[in-house]
Nanobody, 119 residues
């Protein structure tokens, strides 16, 4: 059974930082694409960042480039999202997801963690 458990969300002031964690069981994070997504109230879920299974390449949503960093710890089978210089528009529920075997979609998701950026 595949399970993803996110943690690390919270309330932070604009300009602050948070690090989200996604602990995975049932799949090896280095063998699958891993992604972070977010959904703000009243909006569609959107892609934030991905780290690929081959080579660990990273891809980011334009608005988070230079501020967010996705990484993985193979020994802990955990994926992280380091978020710096946070803005109010980053407020959302953040989800991690593990890719399918073909690398074409994501087939397991975590429960989400709330990130609120506000003064």
């Amino acid at each position: 059974q595949v399970q993803l458990v996110e943690s690390g969300g919270g309330l932070v002031q604009p300009g602050g930082s948070l690090r989200l964690s996604c602990a995975v069981s049932g799949r090896t994070v280095s063998s699958y694409n891993m992604g972070w997504f977010r959904q703000a109230p009243g909006k569609e879920r959107e892609f934030v960042a991905i780290i690929t299974r081959s080579g660990g390449n990273t891809i980011y949503k334009n608005s988070v480039k230079g501020r967010f960093t996705i990484s993985r710890d193979n020994a802990k089978n955990t994926v992280y999202l380091q978020m710096n210089s946070l803005k109010p528009e980053d407020t959302a529920v953040y989800y991690c997801a593990v890719g399918n075997a073909a690398g074409t979609d994501y087939d397991y998701w975590g429960q989400g963690t709330q990130v609120t950026v506000s003064s």
